[in-house]
């Protein structure tokens, strides 16, 4: 066995060793006891709890410190009993809370909760649980800051007044405040405006702080891959999106970035609550993050606060409760699709990754079909698309093995003259109408399918249009196929596509080795990803099959392909 022999096999080994560790996306989470949201939005009032973090511009110190009104994240305190309110929309229900104005859950009824041991009709709601403390926390807070003093909203006690498609919370007194909420037609955008009696008009005159949630709760099957994807992010005026993932966030230190900042937002795997500004002239000047509590490697709980200046006492933002649907991300504008990247950690695969996205979701809109059948015919057609490409490479790989003997001897004639060697390397390839990338372009038919197939990746890893979506035996596209059989499939096509292939080749033990590893490796690596991922794969493998086969036949016919000649030795060779 030669050295690059042993080192295939060695690293073959090796990526069936380490991939069931690295890529354990299966993992469950048992369910922590949290209240009943689904309840609270028919009126009962949600239990409260407040995080504990004091935060400060530097390291948390053994004591607490004394609280920066401007600057602190939200301290423990108790909140007065609560009168909720509840906004029945198209596609949400918002539940408020006053003292407070802010909303404590969104019901989103046209997403399902999928996080095991649910009832299968409970719709998917939107709550910051703490799950240490069995209770639900509210998804803002509102606080406002005007000089050494710091006023918590959920301390005031608001009069509300109901419309069809607005709410408005209201309170009396020498800094009356009122918060206003107009809802867009389907249930997802909030447009807010407030106003304090008696704030100056000088710049910096007030702020209002707007905590965001510490955590999501999980509304999916994968608790623990939810968790994962727990982050906060904002948009600068003049930049890229941010995204700050809780576990880049540490306990004891705060984070401030400043802005001008167009939005801010607190997501996990599939949904979304994100603050915007309306407009340029009211931007968020910085958001400030710390880490909480570790669970080994998971960072469930986190805290951040946005800063917006009060102008003239009134103050403006919209609010996203929902989905992380490209199609509604994209109709609220200023980069919000963006929030979480499509294959942020490698670089140039987001805007592939939404162009395949775009493609899927517009065959879903224009065939009605289910998701399933969709990937089907996407594979079909990107094969079909690559098949002029993959038939000039099969073909260049067909003459390359021809060409072999005659390499090989050029290769050994001027074993040690590389300048000749190069020459009359040269020269042999335009004999036969080939080039020095002629190689190169062999190898195409197995990279060719990768890009999609990586883009792909991502995209089941982030669409929601593809959670919890069903066909034929697989529960659900976006999680891995609980049976094993489409990772299997998968598997055998590729190996059917190989064996076909090296039919009537010249005999080499690497190439026949690899034939028979590399579908073991994908097989082995595949497993645990997506069941959509391993169909589109499958199909790929499967619509190649004619083309392969074709290309054997003529292969075949051409006659069978001598082996080159293996090195002399002992003896000089002859001219």
């Given at each position: 066995?030669?050295?690059r ?12 060793v380490?991939t069931?560790l ?45 609280q ?7 301290v423990t305190a ?37 996080r ?9 709601t939107l ?27 959920d ?5 509300i007044?109901?419309?069809?498609d ?20 389907n ?5 807010v ?73 607190s997501r996990?795997k ?5 603050v915007?500004a ?21 960072a ?8 917006q ?24 504008g ?10 942020g ?21 224009t ?10 015919i ?9 098949w ?6 099969m ?8 060409l072999?003997?005659?390499l ?5 004639k001027?074993?040690?003259?590389p ?53 034929l035996?697989?529960?659900d ?5 609980p049976?094993y059989?489409?990772?299997i499939?998968m ?5 059917v ?21 590399m ?18 794969y499958?199909?790929q ?5 004619p ?20 090195p002399l030795?002992?003896r000089?060779a002859?001219?």
């Open positions: 066995m030669d050295r022999t042993f080192l295939a096999l060695f690293l073959t080994a090796l990526v069936i380490l069931p690295l890529f354990r996306g299966v993992a469950r989470r048992s369910p922590q006891p949290v209240a009943a949201v689904a309840d609270s939005v028919h009126g009962a009032a949600p239990a409260t709890a407040q995080p504990s973090a004091a935060s400060t511009a530097t390291p948390a110190a053994p004591t607490a410190a004394p920066q009104p401007a600057a602190a994240l939200p108790p909140r007065v009993p609560v009168e909720t309110t509840t906004v029945a929309l198209d596609n949400a229900q918002y539940l408020f809370a006053a003292p407070g104005g802010a909303p404590d859950a969104v019901r989103l009824t046209a997403f399902s909760n999928l095991p041991g649910t009832p299968r009709d409970t719709k998917a709550t910051a649980s703490d799950a240490s403390a069995g209770a639900v926390l509210p998804l803002l807070r509102y606080r406002l800051v005007s000089g050494a003093d710091t006023v918590r909203l301390t005031i006690a608001f009069h007044a109901r419309a069809p607005a709410v408005t919370f209201s309170s009396t007194g020498p800094s009356a405040i009122t918060l206003r909420y107009q809802f867009a037609n249930g997802y955008l909030a447009h405006t407030g106003q304090v009696a008696g704030a100056g008009s000088t710049p910096g005159a007030g702020q209002l702080l707007i905590d965001l949630p510490p955590t999501l709760h999980s509304q999916d099957a994968d608790t623990l891959d939810d968790e994962r994807h727990l982050a906060y992010g904002y948009k600068l005026e003049h930049d890229d999106v941010k995204s700050v993932p809780f576990t880049k966030l540490d306990p004891a230190f705060v984070r401030t970035d400043s802005g001008p900042m167009t939005w801010v937002a996990n599939y949904f979304l609550i994100a915007l309306p407009d340029t002239t009211t931007p968020f000047t910085a958001l400030r993050m710390q880490g909480g509590t570790r669970v080994g490697k998971l469930p709980v986190a805290s951040a606060t946005a800063i200046p009060l102008r003239n006492g009134r103050f403006a933002f919209d609010i996203y409760s929902g989905p992380q649907s490209w199609n509604a991300l994209r109709a609220v200023h980069d919000l699709e963006n929030v979480n990247p499509y294959g950690w490698i670089p140039g695969v987001q805007p592939f990754a939404t162009i395949c996205m775009r493609v899927l979701l517009w065959m879903k809109q065939f009605n079909l289910s998701y399933g059948w969709v990937l089907i996407f594979g079909v057609v990107v094969r079909m698309l690559l002029p490409l993959n038939q000039s490479a073909r260049s790989s067909l003459k390359m093995q021809r072999q003997p005659e090989a001897e050029v290769q050994k001027y074993k040690n003259e300048e000749k060697q190069r020459e009359a390397l040269v020269k042999l390839y335009q004999q036969h109408g080939m080039s020095p990338f002629s190689p190169v372009m062999g190898c195409l038919p197995m990279l060719l399918p990768m890009p999609v197939l990586f883009a792909l990746y991502f995209v089941f890893l982030n669409t929601i249009e593809f959670r919890g979506v069903s066909f035996w697989l529960p596209l976006s999680l891995r196929d049976y059989i489409m990772p499939v598997g055998i096509s590729m190996f596509l190989s064996w076909i292939g090296m039919r009537a080749a010249p005999p080499n033990p690497q190439t026949k080795m690899m034939s028979y590893m579908p073991a490796v994908m097989t082995m690596v595949l497993l645990n990803f997506a069941s959509g991922l391993n169909l589109y499958a199909v493998n499967i619509a190649a099959l083309q392969q086969w074709m290309l054997t036949r003529e292969r075949m016919k051409a006659g069978p392909v001598a082996a080159p000649a293996p030795r002992g000089r002859t001219t």
